[in-house]
Nanobody
Framework: QVQLVESGGGLVQAGGSLRLSCAAS????????MGWFRQAPGKDYEFVAG???????HYANSVKDRFTISRDNAKNTMYLQMNSLNAEDTAAYYC????????????????WGQGTQVTVSS
């Protein structure tokens, strides 16, 4: 059974940093695209960042130059380093695996984590 488990969320002051982790089990995703999404209260899911299997990354404009997506294939884990956080980053963050890419657009795959809450206080 495939599982994605996020961790690393929490409460942080504006301007601070957090690193989210997404640990996968049940299969490896080293040859798959993976990504992060978020959902703020009352809003739709929003793409945050994606990483194809070759290591190319893509970001939403709202997080570009502040967030960095990475993966450690040996640990079957993906990360999201978030810097210069602001109140608009407050959301539940979800990792996704086995996605696909069309040009620079990441389309989510069927595997989702349970989410981790990030709250940024201003």
């Amino acid at each position: 059974q495939v599982q994605l488990v996020e961790s690393g969320g929490g409460l942080v002051q504006a301007g601070g940093s957090l690193r989210l982790s997404c640990a996968a089990s049940g299969r490896t995703f080293s040859r798959s695209a993976m990504g992060w999404f978020r959902q703020a209260p009352g809003k739709d899911y929003e793409f945050v960042a994606g990483l194809d299997w070759m290591g190319m990354s893509h970001y939403a404009n709202s997080v570009k130059d502040r967030f960095t997506i990475s993966r450690d294939n040996a640990k079957n884990t993906m990360y999201l380093q978030m810097n210069s956080l602001n109140a608009e980053d407050t959301a539940a963050y979800y990792c996704n695996a086995d996605g696909t890419y069309d040009s620079d657009t990441y389309f989510p795959g069927r595997y989702w984590g349970q989410g981790t809450q990030v709250t940024v206080s201003s």
